[in-house]
């Protein structure tokens, strides 16, 4: 009799450890570019696909959130065309491309402005004609959304093609930036550049800084504070030559940066957490792989732990920053606890990721 | 290239062992005599190319074709262009008119001897480490994703090489990002030409060089392979159909399974301009194993040899020929091979034969000191039928005791070394002809060395052709200066090993060893099937990578003594999924 009740005991105690309670990473839902041709639709609490959006122009490569989170500006994987979607109807409301004849226009990015009545496109044109082909010089357009016509061909400051533009506009939409290590300031009206901002020489003494902007996919700034962007640098000291990583805070709208170092440099990739006060990264090198958590207001690096990673993989948090998402490449998204670093549960798709993926709350942070 | 095959090149002439993979020669590097001369171009009057291209590529009033005119290439280069002229430009073209197009262009727009030389392991299908010397930044720019031998293995001018690259662009848009590196852009605020790449402004190497990568190698290019050249100038002048129909003898080498020899005839064909025939048999040295083959062959550019032993689609045993005729008329040198990803092949060397005796090589590769009575089979053509012992020379220190048999095309003999005799290689002289470097002397083995060092394979067996990996190990012997690794090392030829597979430990926990597939007791590995594999964490498929060991007792050892180790590297990896490889040059 003892010993049957120390069983019931013990299955009641092993059945409640089994169920322990499963952790959410929260309420939001996720939007996925996928083969072929579709976005997924997740919700986040269930981790099930809801809906999917069919695309008209091929499969996605780029995918761009709209400030106002309504629409997604896709570029295909040919990159010669573009597609709108409407987030709520989950419908196709435009397509567009500037390729005409013989003459490709290719996109290599695509900002819309805050009020989604224009975007930027960096383009490069490749024509081909009887017997040779012509790459012509990487170009800025102004692109009417509306009217599908080039409003107009925005100069490259100091006449220097660049090939990257990580580009966003101020809240108000009066501003554009373009991010690097020197960040480019124009207005919008007719894209004169009012400013420039130097980055790389912060202080005496701190040596070379290099900031990285946008990781797989491009640039995603859900979690940050609208006119702000937080990401991670490096600088090399100019005595002891030593690479240190730190994370920097940009105001854009001011015009200032919060910046620490908080370790040595490593291939670590950096994302915000939703509240702000954390950041996750993740290093990946030849089988190591590591995440790593930061804390934003001590400035330190809190905890590092390997994991069982993959070769190539990105990083995101979920909505209530309690889970990290490994993905990329293919059809799995590793769910991972935030707070312990343990391996949860994966979810496969039916197809492979081809775009970065967005983690959209349900309310803004 | 990325993996390397540490060749057995040139037949079966056993002479010091290269520790390191050997390097194909450089090209020779662009000399423009006539700058002025460079740029006019080449007349292209064959009227099956002005007929098949002329739609695209227009004639001036000097008969030059754009493009075609300012160019020069080597056969496959050529059928490679041609290629890309149906897969991306939708031409169509008959087969027969590509074939014909491919011959006429490779005589009037093709390379010189002496341009050809350092391509052909390209043209031969090799699995080489080559790193083209000329210009790093130029050989990084191109390897990333193709050999540098299909770079090496044409000439344009300056031109023409920028329109190589935009071709690369248009249609790889990648490529000027971080996959292919041909432009170095920084991002947003950065980037730019002329900026400084510390400010993350993209341009600049921080050598005072603000050209983009590919416009450093299209500089490079036009001044280093430039469309003419003394040599092509004096090659074509002198190019003819090569005087072939004859006698030759065979004497090649095939990695896994020996030396072999034989002999063949050539024969011209009258219905194809340049065209040949071959019938031969040849002998694996070791087995004894016999094969006959029949081949049919054309010759580009008056020296470059292209066949193969069967030209039906259902024979499986179809061998490409790829071979160098040399300018004497004498000696043809190259690689016959086979297999889906043509990696069984045979380092062959053709000897004209005459009236006279040839000595073509030994069926053994050392001879050890100290020793009596070794048999050593001298193979040949018109050996004599009388031999005495004293007609055979091994040089110092190695003396022929006895005839044992004689064939006009073999002669065998025993032999006692000298327990002083001179460690080293030995010519082996007969009835007037002389095989250089035939056996080597040596005392003791010192090791074993597997090869090739670094193997590859490609999964197979379900969507795509496996590709297999034959290793061999061969001993070898310190040298004179008893220190290994040195130039004086001694190859002592192949020696059966015992073969096994181990981890290579550069991941953990990859367990590539259970799943990449099979090595047999001939040294030969088989990959394991293509595809996901359930069985394999993340689904992976059985890609991987692992050490091949070869184990190996000399004769007379103590029983007890521990085997000699040697060990490779075995990349396996996935199939090759699109196929480019150039096959028509040899219809």
Not at chain 1, 157 to 180: H, I, Q, V
Not at chain 2, 474 to 490: M, Q, V
């Amino acid at each position: 009799m003892r010993t049957l009740l120390c069983l019931l005991l013990a299955s009641v105690a092993l059945g409640a450890q089994q169920q322990a309670p499963r952790i959410s990473g929260g309420n939001g839902v996720f939007y996925i570019g996928g083969y072929p041709n579709l976005i997924w639709i997740m919700d986040e609490t269930t981790e099930k696909v809801t809906g999917t959006i069919q695309l008209k122009t091929g499969i996605p490569r780029r995918m761009q959130l709209s400030r106002d989170r309504t629409r997604f500006y896709i570029i295909d994987a040919t990159a010669e065309k573009a597609e709108v979607v409407d987030i709520a109807s989950k419908s196709t409301i435009d397509t567009f491309t500037l390729t005409e004849g013989n003459k490709r226009i290719r996109i290599n990015s695509l900002e819309p402005d805050p009020t989604n009545r224009y975007a930027i496109l960096l383009t490069r044109s490749g024509t081909k004609l009887r017997d040779r082909v012509e790459v012509g010089p990487a170009t800025l357009l102004q692109y009417d959304l509306k009217e599908h016509k080039v409003m107009r061909t925005i100069p490259w400051p100091d006449g220097e093609e660049r090939d990257n533009a990580n580009l966003t506009f101020s809240p108000d939409g009066k501003l554009l930036y373009f991010l690097g290590n020197e960040i480019l300031i124009f207005e919008t009206e007719n894209f004169t550049q009012v400013d420039r901002w130097d980055l790389s020489n912060l202080e005496e003494g701190l040596g070379q800084v290099s900031l990285s902007f946008g990781g797989f996919g491009g640039l995603d700034l859900t979690n940050d504070e609208p006119g702000f962007l937080t990401t991670a640098m490096t600088v090399e000291d100019p005595v002891q030559h030593r690479r240190m990583m730190g994370v920097a805070r940009i105001n854009l709208t001011k015009k200032d940066l919060e910046f620490y170092t908080i370790g040595p440099a490593g291939g670590v990739n950096f994302v915000l957490a939703p509240d702000r006060k954390h950041g996750y990264g993740l290093e990946s090198a030849v089988d190591r792989y590591q995440f790593w958590t930061f804390d934003l207001d001590q400035r330190r690096v809190t905890s590092r732990t390997e994991f069982a990673g993959r070769p190539r993989m990105s990083l995101k948090t979920s909505s209530n920053g309690r889970l990290l998402y490994i993905y990329n490449a293919g059809a799995t998204i590793d769910m991972y606890d935030a707070a312990t670093y343990k391996y949860l549960r994966t979810v496969t798709l039916d197809g492979d990721m081809t775009t970065q993926f967005y983690v959209v709350p349900r309310t803004r942070p | 290239m990325r993996a390397r095959i540490a060749g057995i090149a040139g037949g079966i002439a056993i002479a010091v062992l290269p520790l390191v993979a050997a390097q194909p020669p450089q090209p020779p590097q662009g000399r423009r005599p006539n700058a002025a001369a460079a740029d006019e171009g080449i007349p292209i009057t064959d009227p099956d190319v002005r007929l098949a291209c002329g739609s695209c590529h227009v004639a001036d009033d000097k008969g030059r074709m754009t493009r075609i005119s300012y160019r020069r290439a080597t056969p496959e280069n050529w059928e490679l262009t041609i290629r890309r002229m149906i897969s991306l430009n939708h031409v169509t073209i008959a087969p027969e008119v590509a074939r014909k197009v491919i011959k006429s262009l490779s005589d009037s727009n093709g390379l010189a001897p002496e341009e050809a030389r350092p391509t052909m392991f390209e043209a031969e299908r090799r699995l080489v480490d080559y790193t083209y010397a000329g210009d790093k930044d130029t050989h990084d720019l191109c390897n990333k994703c193709h050999s540098m031998g299909r770079v090496i293995s044409e000439r344009r001018t300056k031109e023409e090489w920028a329109g190589l690259l935009s071709m690369h662009r248009y249609f790889y848009p990648g490529i000027d990002g971080a996959s292919g590196g041909f432009r170095r852009g920084g991002g947003g605020g950065g980037g730019g030409r002329g900026g400084n790449a510390a400010q993350g402004r993209g341009a600049g190497d921080g050598r005072g060089d603000n050209r983009q990568p590919y416009e450093r190698a299209q500089d490079h290019l036009a001044s280093a392979f430039p469309l003419m050249s003394p040599e092509w100038a004096s090659w074509s002048a002198a190019m003819r159909t090569p005087k072939l129909a004859g006698r030759w003898a065979i004497a090649g080498y095939q990695r896994g399974k020996g030396p072999i020899f034989g002999e063949l005839q050539i024969t011209e064909r009258s219905d194809t301009p340049d065209g040949f025939a071959t019938d031969g048999k040849f002998t694996y040295a070791r087995t004894g194993d016999s094969v006959s083959r029949k081949s049919r062959a054309i010759v580009y550019t008056g020296f470059q040899w292209r066949g193969r032993s069967a030209d039906g689609a259902d024979d499986p045993g179809t061998w490409r020929e790829v071979a160098f005729i040399e300018r004497s008329g004498q000696e043809i040198k190259g690689r016959w091979f086979t297999g889906p990803y043509d990696e069984t092949g045979i380092d062959v060397t053709l000897r004209r034969v005459s009236a006279d005796a040839v000595v073509t090589g030994t069926d053994v590769a050392s001879l050890k000191t100290a020793s009596s009575g070794q048999r050593v089979r001298i193979f040949g053509a018109n050996l004599p039928a009388r031999v005495a012992p004293a007609d055979v020379d091994f040089g110092q220190g190695v003396k022929v005791a006895r005839i044992a048999s004689t064939t006009p095309d073999v002669l065998t003999v025993e032999v006692d070394v000298a327990s002083d005799a001179r460690i080293g290689p030995r010519d082996v002289s007969l009835a007037g002809s002389t095989k250089s470097a035939a056996v080597v002397v040596y005392s003791k083995i010192d090791g074993i060395k597997v090869e090739p060092q670094a193997g590859m394979a490609r999964l197979g067996g379900a969507a795509f052709p496996k590709r297999v990996e034959q290793f061999e190990a061969r001993a070898f012997s310190n040298g004179p200066d008893g220190k290994p690794n040195t130039a004086d090392d001694l190859d002592l030829g192949i020696v059966n090993a015992f073969w096994s597979l181990e981890e290579y430990t550069a991941t953990f926990h990859d367990d590539d060893i259970r799943f990449v597939g099979q090595l047999n007791e001939a040294g030969l590995f088989t990959p394991n099937i293509d595809g996901p594999n359930p069985n394999r964490s993340g689904n992976r498929n059985n890609v991987g990578d692992v050490w091949v060991v070869g184990a190996y007792v000399p004769p007379g050892s103590d029983p007890s003594a521990k085997p000699i180790r040697g060990r490779a590297h075995l990349l396996v990896t996935v199939p090759l999924y699109m196929d480019w490889d150039y096959r028509e040059v040899g219809r």
